[in-house]
């Protein structure tokens, strides 16, 4: 098992920064890749990003693209997600997921465990 706790989402005007962590616990951190999820009120929850477990590749969706970083601390069991110029429809429930490195298939899909998700909201 492995045990996800997100931290450091909060109010922010457009234009904002907010950095978000995800603190793991339980099993070997390093031998999962890490992923950052979000769901904005009535719709599906949506892939951000992703980053493998060794930290040198990573994956972002269009949105996120040139204003959200992924990276990781292996050494402190932690994942976190700088997310920059912020816009109102950034606005979400954020979550984070641990996918065991031995899967394969899609960095969008496989995910094994979530987090309990922090709110982002940002404010035009």
């Known amino acids: 098992q492995v045990q996800l706790v997100e931290s450091g989402g909060g109010l922010v005007q457009a234009g904002g920064s907010l950095r978000l962590s995800c603190a793991a616990s339980?099993?070997?951190?390093?031998?999962?890749?890490m992923g950052w999820f979000r769901q904005a009120p009535g719709k599906e929850r949506e892939f951000v990003a992703t980053?493998?477990?060794?930290?040198?590749?990573?994956w972002y969706a269009d949105s996120a693209k040139g204003r959200f970083t992924i990276s990781r601390d292996n050494a402190k069991n932690t994942v976190y997600l700088q997310m920059n110029s912020l816009k109102p429809e950034d606005t979400a429930v954020y979550y984070c997921?641990?996918?065991?490195?031995?899967?394969?298939?899609?960095?969008?899909?496989?995910?094994?465990?979530w987090g309990q998700g922090t709110q982002v909201t940002v404010s035009s």
């Open positions: 997921a641990a996918k065991n490195a031995d899967k394969g298939g899609s960095f969008v899909f496989g995910y094994d465990y």
């Open positions: 339980g099993r070997t951190f390093s031998s999962y890749h």
């Open positions: 980053i493998l477990w060794s930290g040198r590749n990573t």
